[in-house]
């Protein structure tokens, strides 16, 4: 049955059509992958869809009735969007039930009441917290799921749509995900799926819809389509998908040595990175991988331990000490830690490099446009123009910029946290392109934090799985999944030339 | 028409600068309609010479707000500051201007105390100095016993009673401040890391800023312009007395924030803070022409103030309402 149908829906942002003239109809019992690049229109005409933005032309109706003018049918969407956006100081009880009025909690809130008629929906999710717990505490992966929950609590829903659900989700988190998503359709719900990660497009999908430059460019059921075509409806051009990444340019000369760091995450790491070396980190979300990295950069404490760069002493605790000395970090979390949402591409782009633009005390505004254009161009940014807000940019472009500026500050160290967390395949390459090239051109030394198996196994040239903050195995390049996949779950590797310190 | 008028609309909030110049321009033309005396020289040379304090604090105070902080206690350092230049003067025998100098030396560094204060032992700058402001006004009770230091050399009354052509002193020193601050916060390396420590500390800090050393400089900064405004403030009444100041801090945020500086931090422009203040004087002046009771003006400059503090939102609101009924 057809729950939903969007007819020539039309959306403009200053600058840029967002969709353009797109048809959709959405099935109870369906599942219904919509795939594009950055930038596409993905998000966009999700919350065209669930009533958050006004089409500028076009019509939605659900159930047969014009939603454009009986709002309240909106009500039966129900929308994860992709950004978390959950209530940190408050707690899961709380945050799932909000608001109130919807989810018929009514009159004094009792938190014992809330807290009960969490427990069993955190169960069926397996989410591994307790109700009474703020959500800024808990890991990032059970806030994800927290969201989708927290959309699925207001029972008179017909149609689920999330956007990027599975960003921040483990492998296993991700399996239980799929669980739920599946048992949510056989009660003939209709689910809209939206992800960068076409392993999952093809487990799960029914239906897909494929979206470039804001149009809609296919839609076929998914039996009858395979990899290659779903990469060339998207990106317009074929790619090759076994591609490698691995440097082929690494030296024997020490660029990074660590030794016995240890933090409020992870215990007694060293290691060693090479010139030209691409190293992969890999781990369960939650190893400390993002701590470690974090603390040699100078963000977080260290407590012991010594680090030396170039065969010299790193002083660590002091991220400005870093910046200059070339260790650079690529934080996993760009809207906490990466954008400054309010100000424009131009100055999020130049923000590093402002002492080489300066002039007599002033920012020289030509050599800053001439570097902005330069960036936007060489990471092929999709933006309207430079002076736009970076909040406004698509997730994927947002990383891009994040990126491009950090090039311009001479690095030396590149510690790529997440690197392509919501990234679509043809960027992901270009990201991965780019990092083969800055090894074995520029001789950097790249660390890649890396959850998804895939990519640490095509870019790195050596991997190391961390396990609750501590090094559990280091595998050379080409080694097989399954033993790096055993690290990672703490089963420490056997002493045949593969066991961490040298 | 209705197209023109939602155009008018979006520049309007495209620029909070220029729409609150604008209204502050509608106003002095409706207060010169409404009272004959407004625009009469005199007034409005003791108008301009109001604003150009508070409108001195609201830009010190806009360079704070800008990273997301407060200083309380602007007014106890003006005055703290006003109080000590004069007792070098009249009783240490110190050169008047050197006392000046002093003066705002010694209010950079109480600045500087906050600063340190709030950043090493990571205080809430708003609590933080609501208590120096107790400090600082327990230091001048203590220096003076409430009483007023009087008989301040005349060389320096120009500084605060006079005008170079019809325009008062006080009011192109507010001027060189803003030019400055203006400079620091466009022009500068700094400024744009201002910008982005109010945007994102977070994000600040992992680029390498060193985000503390700017909070403490600003605080500084914030310090000896309050100094200058106390100093400018005795050469005004010829007498050093410790309730100068006394509104400068609700009043400069006040200023800033209906110059379109989010308390929020990371937009804005200081520039706002001297039309804010602008907006603020022509109230309480033309309240206090009209002859409104005194023990009125207050409730009603009260509210004409948080009238104007609404009026960004307002055309928001306006704006949305707009829509929904066109669509
Ligand atoms: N609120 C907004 N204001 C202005 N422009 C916007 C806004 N939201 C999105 N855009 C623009 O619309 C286009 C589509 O963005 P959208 O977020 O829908 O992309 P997406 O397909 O979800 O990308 P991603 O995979 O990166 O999440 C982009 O060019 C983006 O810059
Ligand atoms: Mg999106």
């Known amino acids: ?502 | 028409m209705i197209n023109t008028k939602k155009k008018g609309l979006a520049t309007l909030r495209r620029s909070t600068l220029t729409a609150i110049t604008l209204i502050l321009f509608v106003m002095v033309v409706i207060a010169g309609f409404i009272s004959p005396y407004f625009l009469d020289m005199y007034n409005l040379q003791s108008l301009i010479r109001d604003l150009a304090f508070v409108g001195m604090i609201g830009i010190a105070q806009s360079l704070l707000l800008l990273v997301g902080e407060l200083d309380l206690s602007v007014g106890k350092i003006a005055s703290l500051c006003g109080i000590l230049a004069g007792m070098l003067m009249v009783n240490g025998g110190v050169d008047p201007f050197l006392s000046l100098g002093i003066a705002l030396i010694l209010g950079l560094v109480f600045g500087l105390i906050n600063g340190l204060l709030i950043t090493k032992l990571r205080l809430n700058s708003m609590v933080a100095t609501i208590g120096m402001s107790s400090v600082y006004g327990g230091i001048n009770l203590v220096l003076t016993k409430g009483k007023a230091i009087t008989q301040i050399p005349e060389s320096i009354y120009s500084l605060g009673k006079g005008n170079i052509g019809p325009i008062p002193i006080p009011f192109l020193f507010t001027l060189g401040v803003l030019l400055l601050v203006l400079f620091l916060t466009k022009k500068t390396k700094t400024g744009r890391y201002i910008y982005a420590i109010g945007n994102n500390r977070e994000a600040a800090s992992i680029l390498g800023i060193k985000v503390d050393k700017i909070r403490v400089m600003i605080y500084a900064i914030v310090g000896m312009i309050c100094a200058l405004a106390g100093i400018l403030y005795v050469a005004r009444l010829g007498s050093s007395q410790s309730t100068i100041g006394e509104k400068w801090p609700m009043m400069s945020i006040a200023s800033a924030v209906i110059g379109g500086v989010a308390l929020t931090g990371g937009t804005g422009n200081p520039a706002g803070a001297l039309v804010g203040a602008a907006i603020i004087s022509v109230i309480s002046n033309v309240i206090v022409l009209l002859g409104v009771s005194v023990y009125w003006q207050s409730a009603v400059s009260g509210i004409v103030i948080v009238l104007a503090i609404s009026f960004s939102s307002l055309s928001t609101i306006i704006s949305e309402k707009k829509q929904k009924k066109l669509g």
Not at chain 1, 203 to 219: D, M, Q, S, Y
Not at chain 1, 315 to 322: D, H, Q, R, V, W
Not at chain 1, 340 to 355: A, D, F, G, K, Q
Not at chain 1, 391 to 402: M, P, R, T, Y
């Open chain 1, 1 to 502: 049955m057809k729950v939903l149908e969007a007819k020539k829906i039309t959306k403009l942002f200053p600058g840029v059509v967002a969709l353009d003239d797109v048809d959709i109809s959405i099935y109870s019992g369906e599942i219904h992958c919509i795939i594009g690049e950055n930038g596409a229109g993905k998000s966009t005409l999700i919350k065209c869809l669930t009533g958050v933005y006004k089409p500028d032309a076009g019509e939605i109706t659900i159930n047969g009735k014009d939603a454009g003018k009986e709002r309240s049918l909106f009500r039966r969407v129900a929308y994860v969007p992709q950004e978390i956006n959950l209530f940190g100081h408050m707690t899961v009880a709380e945050n799932l039930f909000l608001p109130y009025e919807k989810t018929g909690v009514n009159g004094l809130i009792n938190q014992k009441e809330l807290n009960q008629r969490a427990l069993p929906l955190l169960k069926d999710f397996a989410i591994n917290v307790e109700p009474e717990m703020l959500v800024r505490d808990i890991p990032v992966s059970a806030q994800q799921l927290i969201q989708i929950v927290r959309a699925t609590v207001c029972q008179d829903y017909q149609i689920l749509m999330l956007d990027e659900p599975t960003t921040s989700l483990t492998t296993e988190d991700t399996v239980l995900l799929f669980d739920i998503i599946r048992k949510i359709k056989a009660t003939n719900k209709a689910i809209v799926f939206i992800s960068h990660k076409l392993e999952e497009i093809f487990e799960l999908g029914e239906v897909i819809t494929v979206f470039r430059n804001g149009k809609r460019v296919a839609h076929e059921r998914m039996p009858n389509v395979d990899l290659a075509w779903v990469i060339t409806k998207m990106t317009g051009r074929a790619m090759n998908q076994d591609e490698t990444f691995y440097s082929e340019k690494v030296t024997d000369e020490v660029l990074l040595e660590v030794n016995h760091v240890t933090g409020a995450c992870f215990t007694d790491v060293s290691f060693k990175l090479r010139k030209g070396e691409i190293l992969g980190f890999t781990g369960l979300v939650g190893a400390g991988r993002s701590e470690l990295m974090q603390a040699i950069f100078g963000y977080l404490p260290a407590y012991g331990g010594s680090v030396k760069l170039n065969g010299k002493p790193f002083k660590l605790g002091e991220t400005n000490y870093s910046v200059r000395h070339g260790f650079i970090y690529l934080p996993e979390d760009r809207k906490k830690m990466g954008i400054l949402p309010m100000l424009s591409v131009r100055e999020n782009i130049t923000i590093p490099s402002l002492s080489k633009l300066t002039r007599y005390f002033s920012i020289s505004r030509k050599r800053e446009s001439a570097l902005t254009e330069a960036v936007i161009s060489a990471y092929n940014i999709k933006t309207p123009d430079a002076e736009k807000k970076i909040q406004f940019l698509s997730g994927g472009n947002q990383q891009k910029v994040i990126i491009g500026r950090s090039m311009s500050c001479d690095p030396q160290v590149l510690v790529f946290d997440e690197p392509t967390k919501g990234i679509d395949v043809g960027t992901k390459a270009e990201i991965y392109r780019l990092m083969k090239k800055l090894a074995e051109e520029k001789g950097i030394g790249i660390i890649l934090i890396s959850s998804e198996m895939e990519e640490v196994m095509k870019c790195a040239n050596r991997i190391i799985a961390l396990y609750h903050g501590e090094i559990y195995g280091e595998f050379a390049c080409g080694e097989k999944k399954e033993r790096i996949l055993s690290a990672i779950i703490g089963v420490q590797a056997d002493s045949k030339g593969s066991y961490a310190h040298d």
